[in-house]
């Protein structure tokens, strides 16, 4: 275990070099304190040199705008790509008009983004994904 609080959980494990991470909640009164934990987990791949990332939105509560929320992610995308990630799997939440908004970002960010990024329904799926990959050892940054 890397953080846990009342925001967010972040296990890594150093065998698959797989960050784990659950979505935080995000609302109005809540969005500083969730900046601050999107830094530390960008903060947590660059100290631990983190090159695959599982995030599980599957529970996660957004309760502010899209427009808000794609400012997050681009920003949230942004600053990976001043890390050496180079993949990122998502399990999908049940929100439909949230999925598309994250769809919809993922294109944008495509040809600009350093790593790969894929969504996936299940755990299972986004785990395999990121073990059966083969990463390079030595990308620039």
Do not use: C
Not at 65 to 79: G, M, R, V
Not at 82 to 90: D, P, S, Y
Not at 93 to 112: A, C, D, F, G, I
Request: hydrophobic share 40%; glycine share 0%; no cysteine.
């Amino acid at each position: 275990m890397i953080i846990q609080n009342n925001l967010i959980k972040l296990e890594y494990n150093p065998v698959t070099d797989i960050l784990n991470v659950e979505w935080p909640n995000i609302s109005a009164d809540l969005l500083t304190e969730v900046k601050h934990t999107l830094k530390a987990i960008v903060d947590a791949i660059k100290h631990y040199d983190v090159k695959k990332l599982l995030i599980n939105s599957q529970q996660t509560i957004i309760g502010i705008s899209q427009s808000e929320y794609e400012n997050i992610l681009k920003s949230f995308s942004q600053d990976l790509n001043a890390t050496r990630l180079q993949m990122v799997a998502r399990i999908e939440s049940k929100h439909l008009k949230r999925e598309l908004l994250v769809k919809e970002v993922s294109l944008q960010l495509k040809n600009t983004s350093n790593f790969e990024f894929q969504n996936f329904t299940t755990m299972t799926d986004a785990i395999s994904w990121l073990e059966k990959s083969k990463i390079n050892s030595v990308r620039p940054v």
